[in-house]
């Protein structure tokens, strides 16, 4: 008889290779940064990373399984998430931003891309998106909308009465001008300024002077809310411009007559 060498089987483990170290790595930073979720092609939630349970608000548990729609915000109509649905379905990448609410109710920004996954027959057999949270950035571009807004405003305002300055007089006159030239109309246009008043500055101080600027400004706006076309700005000093469009002749005369009625 003739006895066997005696032999061992040892299982073999490839060393990790710097390829594979790299790839974790890539793994771990676009964890570390970037919302990732997977979806089937009928928007079911299939896997979710870390990052996009913090960013949302929900558990891994909550959301796999869950439609995207539980994220909805309401900010985007269906005819926005109709072409993206349609252009991922045909195998294409979307890129766009979407407004998306958390569990707690607020809403947050991602800059978004959905790359759909090609199976071997040709179709689509799933989506993997990819998202960044810009709500620092949408809500300071909002900011600074609202300042210039703001600013604006500010520069077309007569600070002491409230309407309307010099400034945004001229341009509403070469708009309403444009416009009535465009349209074959009219406009009517009225100065006015204050008799002697010079002399109620001379004799009863500048804050006297004001008040009366005040009140003479509260008189003239309250034909601008029984006008809708009825523009009323303050020149600088005593001096008033009124624009009126909309009217005839007669009826513009009858109520210049009575903004001077009504001082």
């Given amino acids: 008889m003739t006895s066997l060498p005696n032999t061992s089987v040892e299982s073999h483990v490839e060393p990790e290779t710097g390829r594979d170290t790299e790839r974790d790595f890539v793994r771990f930073a676009l964890d570390s940064a970037a919302i990732v979720a997977i979806t089937d ?107 210039q807004a703001h600013l604006e405003t500010i520069v077309n305002l007569d600070s002491l009465t409230g309407l309307p300055n010099r400034r945004r007089f001229q341009s509403y006159i070469e708009e309403i001008a444009a416009r009535c030239e465009h349209d074959g109309a009219v406009f009517h246009l009225g100065v006015l300024d204050l008799d002697s008043f010079k002399d109620v500055n001379d004799s009863l101080g500048h804050d006297a002077g004001d008040q009366l600027l005040k009140i003479v400004a509260g008189r003239l706006q309250a034909f601008t809310g029984q006008r809708e076309r009825f523009f009323i700005a303050r020149l600088g000093g005593d001096e008033f411009g009124l624009i009126l469009s909309g009217v005839g002749e007669l009826e513009a005369q009858g109520l210049f007559e009575a903004v001077l009625e009504s001082l």
């Fill in 41 to 147: 092609t009928r928007g079911t939630i299939t896997f979710v990373n870390s990052k996009f349970c913090e960013i949302s608000g929900y558990s891994e548990a909550e959301l796999i399984g869950s439609n995207h729609r539980m994220l909805k915000s309401g900010f985007h109509d269906t005819g926005f998430f109709r072409d993206m649905y349609r252009a991922i379905a045909h195998g294409k990448v979307w890129h766009g931003e979407i407004c998306n609410r958390r569990k707690d109710g607020s809403i947050y920004w991602v800059d978004t891309t959905i790359v759909p996954h090609m199976a071997a027959s040709g179709k689509v057999d799933s989506y993997t998106s990819i998202r960044f949270d810009i709500t620092p950035l949408k809500n300071a571009k909002e900011d600074l909308r609202e300042s």
